[in-house]
């Protein structure tokens, strides 16, 4: 059965191309438009990884992170950040919010595929 990536941003066209990539490679893909949509999603059905936006309407990546950590069974679940932000302050607020790992955008659909692979094979 295939893995499923919930792939939450406010742009349609980063959506389109994680999904495109994600797809090409296997993995079943269930978009969010902003963190708030985001978080329903994933409560509404299981996701094996789960790859954010940092800034978004309604609900940031690291208030998106820190909610789904707060739930049980997102507890371990693997979130990356996908992010044009790239600064040390903003990735150890990443961290320190649970995020797995950082990917900044623009973003190379190989080395996407490499690091989602990774973390839930």
């Known amino acids: 059965m295939a893995k499923t990536v919930l792939a939450v941003d406010d742009s349609a066209s980063i959506r389109q191309m994680v999904s495109f990539t994600l797809k090409s490679a296997g993995y079943d893909v269930v978009e969010a438009v902003d963190g708030m949509d985001g978080l329903e999603k994933a409560k509404a059905k299981g996701v ?14 690291l208030t998106l992170i820190k909610s ?54």
């Open 48 to 61: 094996n990884l789960i790859l954010t936006d940092q800034n978004m309407p309604r609900m940031d990546g």
């Open 68 to 121: 789904l950590r707060a739930m049980p069974q997102y507890a371990t679940t693997p979130i990356l950040m996908l992010t044009t932000e790239s600064s040390d302050a903003m990735k150890s607020q990443g961290r320190a919010a649970g995020a797995t790992g950082w990917l900044v955008k623009p973003f190379d659909p190989q080395k996407l595929i490499e690091v989602v692979r990774k973390v839930i094979g």
